[in-house]
C-alpha cells in the first residue's frame, strides 16, 4: 500500500513528532510505501480564495510554493492520513492550511451526489482519507467528534471518504498494523 | 453602549462575500443602539495582532468566516489557536466576551456548515463565553457575481440579525432559519438539482472566468494523475 502522511504538528519537539516516526518506521517495515511531509517544514502560503486553480491554472494552485507537493503526494497514494494534535478543539491550522490548497485537485462544475451539491471529480481515483489525533488534556470526546466530522466532509468533497480515525494514545506498532488493513 | 469587534476571517479580505454580509449585520447592529463597531481583517497580519489584543476587552465578538473544505480556513484556525490564552483566564476567573458567529458556504445547502457551527457552538464553552448564535448561509460566491439589487431580501434579513445582536444580545431563532435557506434537498430537490447541474449555462460563472483567462482548454487538466471521465 503507497500512504502518505501529512504531519500537521507544528512544533519539532513534541512527542507527537516522534509518535508518527515511530508509527512511519512500523509501516515500512510491515512493507508499505510510506511518503511522510513534515508540513512545517514545507512553504504553503495559504488558500486565498482566489479559484486561480480552476479558473486560471485548472488542477494546480497559481501560488509559487510547496502545496503542489502536497496535492501531488497526496494523489500518489492508497491512503491519506491526516495526522495532527487537537488545539482548541480542532486540528491544528497548519494541517488546514495544506488542506486548503487541496483544492485544485476537484473541478469547479457543480454535480449532485448523495442528495447534496458537490464539486465535480477531477480525477478518475482519490486516496481513502484517514486521521490521527494527539488529544491532549484539553480535549474531549466530543471535540474528536466534531473534528472527525469536518474531515469527514472533507473527504466527501474530495470524492473519498474517511476510512479510519483513531487518537494517538496507543503503540505505534499496533496502529499500523490497524492501518494496514484500511485499504 | 456594548461595544462590538467584529472579525473578518475570509482569506480575500475586504472583498469577501463574507465581508458583504457582515457589513449588513453591522449596520443592523448600529441601527439596534449599538456602538460603531471596530473591523478588523484577520488576513491583514497587524489587524491580526489587534483582533487577538482587542478580544478580551470586547463586549461582543462577531466572527465571520467562508467555509474552506468543509471548516474554517487556517486562517481562522490560526487566530483561534492565538486565544488560547483566553481559555486559561476563562478558568482563572475572568471574563470572555459574548460570543457570534457568521458561516457562509459556497454551495446553495446550509447543511454543508452545521459541523463548523458545531464546533464554534464549542469554542464558546471552552471560552466560558455566552453564545449568541451562528448565522449560516450558503451560496455565498454568488454574492460576488450577483448586483447587490438582487440581494435586497437577504440584507435586510441580516440587518434585522444585527439588530436582534444589539437589542436581545442573541440572533433570533426564526430569522437564523430564514437566513439560512435550503437546509438539504428533498428528493424532488435534488433530482432537480442534479438536472440543472447538466445544463451548460449553469456553469456559466465558471466558464465565463476560464474563458477570459484563456484556459478553457485546459478545464479537465488532471496533473497528477489519470483524469475522471463522465
Redesign the interface.
Known amino acids: 500500500m503507497r500512504m502518505t502522511i501529512l504531519n500537521g504538528e507544528p512544533d519539532a519537539a513534541s512527542p507527537f513528532q516522534a509518535y508518527l516516526e515511530a508509527l512511519s518506521n512500523q509501516l515500512v517495515g510491515l512493507g508499505h510505501a510510506v511518503t511522510k511531509l513534515d508540513l512545517a517544514a514545507l512553504d504553503l502560503k495559504?488558500?486565498?480564495?482566489?479559484?486561480n486553480c480552476?479558473?486560471?491554472?485548472?488542477?494546480?494552485c497559481s501560488k509559487h510554493d510547496d502545496s503542489a507537493t502536497v496535492?501531488?503526494a497526496?494523489?500518489?497514494a492508497d491512503l491519506l492520513l491526516l495526522a495532527s494534535p487537537m488545539?482548541?478543539?480542532?486540528t491544528?491550522?497548519?494541517l488546514?492550511?495544506a488542506?486548503?490548497q487541496?483544492?485544485p485537485?476537484i473541478?469547479?462544475?457543480?454535480?449532485?451526489e448523495g442528495?447534496?451539491?458537490?464539486h465535480?471529480?477531477?480525477?478518475?481515483?482519490y486516496p481513502l482519507f484517514a486521521l490521527l489525533l494527539g488529544a491532549g488534556p484539553?480535549s474531549d470526546a466530543?471535540?474528536v467528534e466534531?473534528?472527525r466530522?469536518?474531515?469527514a466532509?472533507?473527504a466527501?468533497?474530495?470524492k473519498s471518504r474517511l476510512a479510519w480515525s483513531a487518537i494517538a494514545d496507543r503503540a505505534a506498532a499496533e496502529v499500523a498494523d490497524e492501518l494496514a488493513l484500511v485499504a | 453602549m456594548n461595544s462590538l469587534l467584529l472579525l473578518n476571517g475570509s482569506p480575500r479580505g475586504e472583498r469577501s462575500s463574507s465581508m458583504k454580509m457582515l457589513q449588513r449585520v453591522a449596520e443592523g447592529w448600529v441601527r439596534g443602539g449599538g456602538a460603531q463597531p471596530e473591523v478588523l481583517h484577520l488576513v491583514r497580519h497587524a489587524q491580526f495582532e489587534r483582533a487577538v489584543e482587542a478580544f478580551a476587552g470586547a463586549g461582543v465578538v462577531l466572527l465571520g468566516t467562508p467555509l474552506y473544505t468543509d471548516a474554517m480556513p487556517a486562517l481562522v484556525k490560526a487566530y483561534i489557536e492565538a486565544l488560547a490564552p483566553r481559555v486559561e483566564a476563562a478558568r482563572a476567573g475572568g471574563v470572555n466576551p459574548t460570543l457570534a458567529f457568521l458561516v457562509q458556504g459556497g454551495f446553495p445547502e446550509a447543511a454543508h456548515s452545521r459541523p463548523l457551527e458545531r464546533y464554534l457552538e464549542k469554542l464558546v464553552t471552552r471560552l466560558g463565553s455566552h453564545y449568541a448564535g451562528t448565522i449560516v448561509r450558503g451560496n455565498g460566491e454568488a454574492l460576488q457575481a450577483m448586483p447587490e439589487q438582487a440581494n435586497r431580501k437577504l440584507w435586510a434579513r441580516l440587518q434585522v440579525l444585527g439588530e436582534q445582536l444589539a437589542r436581545d444580545g442573541r440572533f433570533g431563532a426564526a430569522e437564523l432559519k430564514a437566513v439560512a435557506g435550503i437546509e438539504r434537498f428533498s428528493r424532488f430537490g435534488a433530482l432537480i438539482a442534479s438536472l440543472a447541474c447538466k445544463i451548460p449555462a449553469i456553469q456559466f460563472y465558471w466558464n465565463g472566468m476560464m474563458k477570459r483567462n484563456g484556459a478553457w482548454a485546459q478545464r479537465f487538466a488532471a496533473p497528477y494523475g489519470p483524469p475522471f471521465e463522465e
Do not use: S
Not at chain 1, 46 to 51: D, L, P, R, S
Open positions: 495559504g488558500c486565498t480564495g482566489c479559484f480552476w479558473v486560471k491554472t485548472p488542477g494546480e496535492c501531488r497526496a494523489m500518489d488545539t482548541m478543539g480542532f491544528t491550522a497548519l488546514k492550511r488542506a486548503d487541496m483544492v485537485l473541478h469547479p462544475y457543480f454535480v449532485v442528495g447534496e451539491i458537490h465535480r471529480a477531477r480525477y478518475a481515483h484539553d466530543e471535540d466534531i473534528t466530522a469536518m474531515w466532509r472533507m466527501r468533497n474530495m
